[in-house]
Nanobody, 122 residues
Framework: QVHLVESGGGLVQPGRSLRLSCAAS????????MGWYRQAPGKQRELVADITSGGTTTYADSVKGRFTISRDNAKNTVYLQMKSLKPEDTAVYYC????????????????WGQGTQVTVSS
């Protein structure tokens, strides 16, 4: 099972930057995609960005050009660099990983972090 620990959230003024980190630990055969989702009050959880083990990235249209996702495969860690933050970026940000467990390499599983609050406000 993969355990995810997020860090880096907080309160920031509009236009400023934040970087989120998410480290994966536990027992697994391989980690495939890693990504960030967010959920604002009263809204559904949405994909912000994800990155495959090979480095292919996907971004929500609302964050393209402002957010950058990256990962360190040696550390099983994914990062989200957020720039030019807007009040509408305020949400709980969740780390997600898709992985193959070591006890059955024929299945793919998901793991979620506990979430970290990002608040953009003056």
């Amino acid at each position: 099972q993969v355990h995810l620990v997020e860090s880096g959230g907080g309160l920031v003024q509009p236009g400023r930057s934040l970087r989120l980190s998410c480290a994966a630990s536990g027992s697994f055969f391989s980690i495939n995609a890693m990504g960030w989702y967010r959920q604002a009050p009263g809204k559904q959880r949405e994909l912000v960005a994800d990155i495959t083990s090979g480095g292919t990235t996907t971004y929500a249209d609302s964050v393209k050009g402002r957010f950058t996702i990256s990962r360190d495969n040696a550390k099983n860690t994914v990062y989200l660099q957020m720039k030019s933050l807007k009040p509408e970026d305020t949400a709980v940000y969740y780390c997600n990983t898709k992985y193959i467990p070591d006890y059955d390499v024929t299945v793919g599983l998901d793991s979620w972090g506990q979430g970290t609050q990002v608040t953009v406000s003056s």
